[in-house]
């Protein structure tokens, strides 16, 4: 019943933006009822006490409804000074609420409790009516009676009634919310010139002297962090199941059971050849890289090398491979290509096909047809898989064994041999690369690189498939990585560091010209064949395909049509300058569509601000007096 009832709890718990989630949990299970008022006081709020025995209650209740939602919780969170005292702080909050719904003459009728309460779920029967066996067993589970809780129900309800009370003036109007629509959604789209910094790496030089510099003044980029060396042996499935053997039978047994599980997809392996165009490259440039292609395509159907020319010609990352692609399946490449490769049959070279990256030839090697894999393509794949089936079900007897050898004093390496399990080395364990790398939680990772040297785990650490044992061998101190490791390094860094510079220097050059009225018909013409217009992007800065720059966006978004941009912004890899291309407003059916939810929105967050500004305020004007304070520590 606890849990059809926190599963339910948002339906009926006032929810106030505090900031801290346990107030769902004291609204919803109540601060108020148990008659304390006898009992010894831990505080006087405005005079009004709050007895110690009202505390504690609301305490244990936070702290188990906390603890059902965090099961990792650390139990000594819930002990914690800090903990109690924001358990207390949102119980003196809901008091001064309480107290000043009153004062403005807001009540909760009997009627609305009524329906409060029948309006929760985990009081209702299969077929969604009101059950009082439920109720009344909630009930006898908590130990409360009818009116304790009723009280609290009334409580949250009388609050959530302050609060539509407080925030109804700031609910937007239409129009109101329109404008702000409208400045939301607005895009923009720009011109731009983009300078490069690769243009400017062939010129760049960096010395000897510049290397050493910047490696002597950021010892901290090149410092090797401290490291334990440790040894392990793992009980997973896929560890374990070198051990095991598995017949041809059962291979054939398991391909006859599962073949819709051993479907081919359709496939080729490929070769390619790449002349790079850039999509919104003018047509001389495209044309020009076609007439390459077909020089190339030539060659190739005259019988020269296709791998050859990839690597002679090919203008992408695989031409040193030969253009190799190897082995994909429809949907691995962009449309264009794909229909073009599986177009092919094996040992055809295509004609030139154009896609977003240029102009490509493709020669396909092979084709996988789709249908049933053979047995034959996939019984090492099934033999690890029963492998591991089997391996598994040996995981507990063999760990158990281990664990008892680890107890009487044996070391991995005995115990490695004894069972027949592979001893496992990482050279460079610490907490991050041991949580990542197996799975473990962090403690868990924390408590291996605390070993001290030569000793072993007490227990089994669990990691993802199962456990491993770990004995640490020794720990390696932080250094220096030496400064020829890091020499090429350095020197890419400071080169691109200088280009980029450089680059910057050439956008500022352009962009002074071309705000400058008697310098911009000359330079723009000068760069009007390469000017690009970007996508519509908004005021997140974000623009497709260029990457993220919310100072780009708020330039673009107060400039006037066609005005250059008094700045030059940083895109990955080099810089632009721009002006102003287009503002485009949202339409009137993403309006129609959004209204509702979006009045909701800034009726919510604009509710919550000023009940928040209403609340801290009570609590500013507040006379607190702390009788039991000790309780709080």
Do not use: C
């Amino acid at each position: 019943m606890m849990d059809i009832l926190r599963q339910s709890a948002q339906s009926w718990g006032i929810k106030i933006a505090f900031g801290i989630i346990i107030a769902v949990f004291i609204f919803a299970f109540g601060a108020g009822g148990f008659n304390g008022n006898t009992d010894p006081v831990i505080a006087y709020v405005n005079d009004q006490p709050v007895p110690t025995q009202e505390f504690m209650q609301v305490y244990r209740e936070t702290a188990e409804a906390m603890r059902a939602q965090n099961p990792n919780m650390d139990s000594e969170q819930f002990q914690s000074p800090e903990f109690k005292k924001a358990v207390f702080d949102q119980m003196v909050s809901q008091k001064l609420l309480d107290a000043a719904a009153r004062k403005l003459g807001i009540s909760v009728s009997n009627n609305e409790l009524s329906y409060s309460i029948r309006q929760i779920p985990g009081f209702n029967d299969d077929n969604g009516k009101f059950d009082m066996d439920r109720y009344q067993a909630f009930l006898q589970s908590r130990h409360m009676s009818a009116a304790t809780f009723e009280d609290d129900i009334r409580n949250s309800a009388l609050i959530r009634k302050l609060q539509e009370y407080i925030t109804l003036p700031v609910k937007p109007s239409e129009t109101e919310a329109r404008k702000l629509f409208d400045t939301a959604s607005e895009k923009v789209q720009i011109d731009y010139y983009y300078i490069s910094g690769a243009d400017f790496i062939k010129n760049t030089k960096i010395s000897e002297k510049e290397i050493e510099d910047f490696y002597k003044a950021n010892p901290d980029k090149f410092t090797i962090p401290a490291r334990s060396v440790i040894k392990y042996l793992s009980f997973t499935p896929e560890a374990l199941a070198i051990n095991e053997t598995v017949s041809p039978e059962e291979i054939k047994a398991y391909y006859d059971a599962n073949k819709n599980d051993f479907q081919q997809e359709s496939e080729v392996n490929a070769r390619h050849i790449l002349i790079a165009v850039d999509k919104d490259a003018s047509e001389k440039d495209v044309a020009a890289a076609e007439k390459k292609i077909k020089k190339i395509l030539a060659k190739a159907k005259s019988g020269q090398d296709f791998a050859k020319l990839a690597k002679k010609y090919s203008e992408g990352p695989s031409s040193t491979k030969g253009g190799e692609l190897g082995w994909f399946s429809r949907g691995s490449m962009v449309k264009p290509f794909e229909e073009a490769a599986f177009a092919l049959k094996k040992g055809e070279i295509s004609e030139p096909v154009r896609t977003r990256f240029g102009w490509h030839l493709i020669k396909v090697e092979d084709v996988h047809e789709a249908g049933q894999k053979e047995l034959d393509q996939v019984k090492d794949d099934i033999s690890n898989i029963i492998a591991e089936e089997k391996a598994a079900d040996s995981i507990t007897d063999k760990l158990d064994h281990a664990i008892d050898m680890l107890a009487s004093g044996m070391k991995l390496d005995k115990i490695s041999e004894d069972l027949g399990i592979a001893v496992q080395e990482s050279q460079k364990a610490t907490v991050k690369n041991l949580a990542q790398a197996f799975g473990m939680t962090e403690s868990a990772a924390q408590t291996i690189i605390s070993l001290a040297s030569g000793t072993s785990t007490d227990m089994p650490v669990a990691v993802d498939g199962g456990y491993i044992l770990v004995e640490k061998e020794k720990d390696i101190p932080p250094s220096l990585s030496p400064l020829k490791d890091q020499k090429q390094d350095i020197e890419s860094f400071l080169s691109q560091q200088r280009a980029m510079q450089a680059a910057k220097a050439k956008a500022m050059v352009i962009m002074s010209q071309l705000t400058n009225e008697k310098t911009v018909a000359g330079t723009l013409k000068t760069i009007k064949k390469d000017l690009k217009t970007s996508e519509p992007f908004g005021r997140n800065g974000f623009v497709p395909n260029l990457g993220m720059n919310p100072k780009l966006a708020q330039a673009a978004f107060v400039a006037k049509k066609d005005q250059w941009l008094s700045d030059v912004f940083e895109l990955p890899g080099g810089f632009i300058v721009a002006r102003l291309d287009e503002r485009i407003p949202p339409k009137d059916d993403a309006w129609k569509a959004q209204k509702d939810r979006f009045i909701d929105a800034i009726y919510q967050q604009r509710g919550n601000e000023v009940f928040n500004a209403f609340l801290t305020s009570l609590r500013s004007k507040a006379q607190i007096e702390y009788v039991r304070k000790d309780i709080l520590n």
